[in-house]
């Protein structure tokens, strides 16, 4: 098993307030990610914040993934941890990390994780995964 950690920093040239309301909704995944496709399923009647997604490789395969936000502090960072992971992750550790900066936001994702497959290309996914985000996010905080 590989144990890793990986980080990845977008600047949105808003306010930190609007990146935060946006990004505090789960919903808001589905938009940022392109592939694989996102569904976002979310129980907002539970204590945790659970949250189911459902990924979509095009017709190759489709995988469900939960994620329980375990901590929160407003405007700052919150922390999902992956529960019920598909292969060939084990653990799943996102920080999303919000820091005012002039008139936008640094927003910083930092991932932990243990997985079955080499951290190079553990890596190499994620760096794709986050490129194609930041892409979205930058056309919809235009």
Known sequence: ???????????????????????????????ITSFPRVQVI?????????????????????ITWDAVITEKRDQDYFVDKGDNLPFPLRQWKHTHQFESSGTGTIMTDKVEYIAFAPDILVKMMLILMFKSREKKIKSIFR
């Open 1 to 31: 098993m590989e144990k890793g950690r990986f980080e990845y920093r977008t600047v949105i040239k808003k306010d930190i307030r609007l990146v935060w309301d946006f990004f505090s909704d789960p919903v808001n995944l589905q938009k």
């Open 42 to 62: 979310r129980d907002s009647e539970q204590e945790e914040e659970r949250i189911k997604i459902k990924l979509n490789f095009l017709f190759l395969f489709r």
